[in-house]
């Protein structure tokens, strides 16, 4: 069983910016592929971005693209999500997610494809 623990988010600005971490124990870290997701009140859990168990591989979803970046040290245990111009639609509670890989080295952006999830954290975009 993997622990995943979120930190970060609280309230932003209108085009601030904001910074989550996401902190894994249970297992070696860099056996895990690693995603960020979120949802929203009154809407479904979606994809954000997803990142390979070294980092080599990322993944982001359209509505993401090129304002947030996944990153991951694995010396430390956590992945990370920087998140750029954010906008009051990005607001939503952001969760960690993670896959167990057993081999090769591939990055997840379905909901389906983890198995262990943190509890999640709030982040509030302001207009």
């Known amino acids: 069983q993997v622990q995943l623990v979120e930190s970060g988010g609280g309230l932003v600005p209108a085009g601030g910016s904001a910074a989550l971490s996401c902190a894994a124990s249970g297992r070696t870290f860099s056996s895990l592929a690693m995603g960020w997701f979120r949802q929203a009140p009154g809407k479904e859990r979606e994809f954000v971005a997803a990142?390979?168990?070294?980092?080599?591989?990322?993944y982001y979803a359209d509505s993401v693209k090129g304002r947030f970046t996944i990153s991951r040290d694995n010396a430390k245990n956590t992945v990370y999500l920087l998140m750029n111009s954010l906008k009051p639609e990005d607001s939503a509670a952001h969760y960690c997610?993670?896959?167990?890989?057993?081999?090769?080295?591939?990055?997840?952006?379905?909901?389906?494809?983890?198995?262990?999830w943190g509890q999640g954290t709030q982040v509030t975009v302001s207009s």
């Open positions: 997610a993670a896959r167990i890989v057993y081999y090769g080295s591939s990055a997840y952006t379905r909901i389906s494809d983890y198995d262990n």
């Open positions: 990142i390979s168990r070294h980092g080599g591989i990322t």
